[in-house]
């Protein structure tokens, strides 16, 4: 059993910087990724970023690649979403997730467990 618990949003004008935590805890070796998804009013969840627990291997969202960068703490069973030059449109209640499959890491299907989220809102 994996419980993400994620922290780290707030509010921030537009060109500045957050980071998200998300604690892994009760991790037992059967995690394959963890990954970051967000949801916009009125839109559906969508992929943002993740990390595979095994080798570090990152992928990103083609709308955030560049400005975020998503971290890895195996010790602490903790990942990081970095975000850097944030937008308007980067406005969103973002989850952490746990996928304990080896399908594409994007799909938000290959999730098992997803925390409560945490809010970003970005000011123009």
């Known amino acids: 059993q994996v419980q993400p618990v994620e922290s780290g949003g707030g509010l921030v004008q537009a060109g500045g910087s957050l980071r998200l935590s998300c604690a892994a805890s009760?991790?037992?070796?059967?995690?394959?990724?963890m990954g970051w998804f967000r949801q916009a009013p009125g839109k559906e969840r969508e992929f943002v970023a993740a990390?595979?627990?095994?080798?570090?291997?990152?992928y990103y969202a083609d709308s955030v690649k560049g400005r975020f960068t998503i971290a890895r703490d195996n010790a602490k069973n903790t990942v990081y979403l970095q975000m850097y030059s944030l937008k308007p449109e980067d406005t969103a209640v973002y989850y952490c997730?746990?996928?304990?499959?080896?399908?594409?890491?994007?799909?938000?299907?290959?999730?098992?467990?997803w925390g409560q989220g945490t809010q970003v809102t970005v000011s123009s």
């Open positions: 990390i595979r627990w095994s080798g570090g291997s990152t």
């Open positions: 997730a746990a996928s304990t499959h080896r399908g594409p890491v994007f799909d938000s299907v290959e999730y098992d467990y």
């Open positions: 009760g991790r037992t070796f059967s995690s394959y990724a």
